[in-house]
């Protein structure tokens, strides 16, 4: 398929709508400053500043996260809240007006903080690019490389960037940025190509140089706990393949177990089903994909009310209380009314365990659309709304398995 101008545009923009929601600690903002731009500049390292836009309302903040926006929902006068992550947010203003503090991802086990500064910017309404490309994309060398499909509405130096990343296991959401010309030390002029996204879990920071037609010696930062090296070639307007992955399946009868949210053992087995189809979702409140992979299944169940879903979470709280604490505020966050259930420990090990039908569990989300009488399709992965036109196309994809597997 070929992606045309409006396509991409769409896609890069199709998520305006989703409002996610998120929490902090800071001193009262002075309200001078409430209708003003501001800059959040998360310090991944000393040289390394992952920068979003936002403005203050309310008392809440609203980030311009690429084609989302997040909306940090103040908890107290100094605290912001993630609803969705149960992230944090905690500022205080310093003697120079701007405000200082961190992110914290409460999700983890260990502490991790991530320095931050939100100072005043002035926004210039910079023409929107026109220019849609696509670029394959290696990370790492060697063994341990992998690789992606870059999308990217690049336009000239100067005005903005907006891509996304797509890759068998899931794609990194809504990237933003710029491409900055500068001089080096020995007068050579670089261009440099810049990505960034914050949406509560991710903080992604993506540099490369612009040369000879090549996006070269990149740097790819996840949080301050990983970096990676990285290049990119552009690709011709042809077909691209859906990016997916289909894990193997066995002879083993397909039963599920779980803990539902009153904290009771539950199962559910192909021989017993109720319904023509049911959806088993291999899923964790902790994975920005498993949030956009939810809210797709919502709204394929709205025209669908005999379809059952079944979300199975492997969370990184084992306290069966916390856990499903957890379960809760994500099933609500992401409009779901099907069940979820605990299911055991954040690792695709432990997911391929308790699903003995599967060989493996290579993705988070994974997707298996399971009839009363037949064999199930198993999709891994899942491309968001910031791919666009294949976030489309997977819908329509879905739609197609159930209309063949219930028969329709």
């Excluded at 990217?152 to 491409?179: C, K, S, V, W």
């Excluded at 399946?249 to 904290?263: E, F, R, S, Y």
Aim: overall charge negative; some cysteine; charged content about 20%.
């Amino acid at each position: 398929m070929r992606l045309s101008d409006s396509l991409f545009r769409n896609s890069l923009l199709v998520a305006l709508s989703l409002l996610l929601t998120f929490a902090g600690c800071r001193e009262s903002v002075p309200a001078e400053i409430k209708s003003s731009h501001w800059q959040f500049s998360f310090e991944l390292a000393p040289d390394t500043i992952a920068r979003v836009q936002a403005t203050l309302q309310g008392g809440d903040w609203y980030l311009e996260n690429g084609g989302e926006v997040i909306v940090l929902t103040e908890t107290s006068d100094s605290t912001w809240s993630t609803p969705v992550f149960d992230g944090e947010v905690a500022l205080k203003k310093n003697k120079s007006g701007t405000l200082v503090g961190y992110w914290e991802d409460l999700m983890r086990t260990d502490q991790y903080r991530v320095p931050l500064v939100v100072a005043p910017v002035h926004v210039d309404q910079t023409q929107e690019a026109a220019d849609h490309s696509r670029w394959a994309v290696t990370f790492g060398r060697g063994e341990g490389a992998y690789g992606g499909t870059l999308l990217i509405n690049e336009g000239d130096a100067g005005q903005p960037l907006l891509a996304t990343i797509m890759t068998p296991t899931g794609d990194y959401r809504f990237l933003h940025g710029d491409r900055t010309k500068k001089e080096d030390s020995n007068g050579e002029v670089r261009e440099l190509w810049t990505l960034q996204t914050f949406d509560g879990a991710h903080l992604f920071w993506l540099q490369a140089e612009l040369k000879d037609g090549k996006l070269k010696q990149g740097v790819f930062k996840s949080g301050t706990h990983y970096t990676v090296n990285w290049e990119a070639a552009r690709l011709p307007n042809t077909n691209l393949a859906p990016h997916s992955t289909r894990p193997d399946m066995n002879a083993a009868p397909i039963n599920i177990q779980g803990i539902n949210a009153q904290g009771k053992s539950v199962s559910w087995s192909q021989a017993n089903a109720p319904a023509d189809v049911t959806i088993l979702e291999v899923t964790g409140t902790w994975c920005p994909n498993c949030m956009d992979a939810g809210r797709s299944l919502a709204k394929i169940q709205r025209g669908r009310p005999d379809l059952d879903i079944i979300s199975l979470c492997f969370e990184r709280l084992g306290d069966p209380s916390q856990a499903l604490g957890r379960i809760a505020r994500f099933k609500s966050n992401i409009g779901a009314t099907w069940p979820h259930w605990w299911a055991g420990p954040a690792s695709k090990g432990a997911a391929a365990d308790s699903l003995g039908f599967l060989d493996q569990v290579l993705s988070f989300p994974t997707t298996i659309f399971v009839p009363r009488n037949g064999t199930p399709v198993v999709h891994s992965g899942f491309s968001g709304p910031a791919t666009g036109v294949y976030y489309e196309e997977q819908q329509a994809r879905f739609e197609a398995i159930l209309d063949s597997l219930s028969g329709r």
